[in-house]
């Protein structure tokens, strides 16, 4: 995939942003499209929220500090991932989702990849990651990005079995 880069999220891509934030509207994914609702609203807003949260301030209850990068391929957002400063129990440090639009095209193993190197860059040696026991295409983007199974657990926040997955830097 050529052209295929992560960058800051950005005032430059407002309405392709918005247009990745309706595609979960559309499918009825009330969890993406709650999340990212108020680029809808206010998109000034949310820019300056997630600036925030990459400082630390104003989180959510319960976060910690996180860095938000948009995928971008053909000049259009088609995939977000957040590199956590600090590793969460239940979510580890990245976490990402790719477009409903763009699933299945090789988009999740490319976001990781990258987000990896931005994770490494930070300095984070071993890069934790979670994802649904029953999530088979997760698992596989993880894996294909050398990630190695530590183990299954139960997520108390999430009412859910997961897996844990270290990947580590060299």
């Not at 997630?50 to 319960?62: M, S, W």
Request: charged residues 25%; hydrophobic residues 35%.
């Amino acid at each position: 995939m050529i052209d295929l880069f992560l960058i800051e999220p950005s005032k430059e891509y407002q309405k392709s942003f918005q247009s990745y934030t309706l595609a979960y509207g559309r499918i009825n994914d009330n969890h993406y499209f709650n999340k990212y609702k108020k680029a809808l609203e206010n998109f000034d807003e949310f820019l300056n929220d997630l600036y925030k949260f990459n400082k630390g301030i104003d989180l959510p209850q319960g976060r910690v500090p996180f860095s938000t990068f948009w995928l971008i391929h053909n000049d259009e957002v088609v995939g977000v991932v957040r590199v956590r400063h600090i590793e969460t129990e239940e979510t580890g440090h990245i976490g990402y989702d790719i477009s409903p639009m763009c699933r299945n095209k090789g988009y999740g193993t490319q976001i990781l990849r990258l987000a990896l190197k931005k994770a490494f860059e930070m300095g984070i040696k071993d890069a934790i990651l979670t994802c649904k026991t029953d999530n088979i295409a997760s698992r596989r983007v993880i894996e294909k990005n050398n990630g190695v199974l530590l183990g299954a657990f139960f997520a108390k926040e999430k009412n859910e079995d997961m897996y844990k997955f270290s990947c580590s830097n060299g």
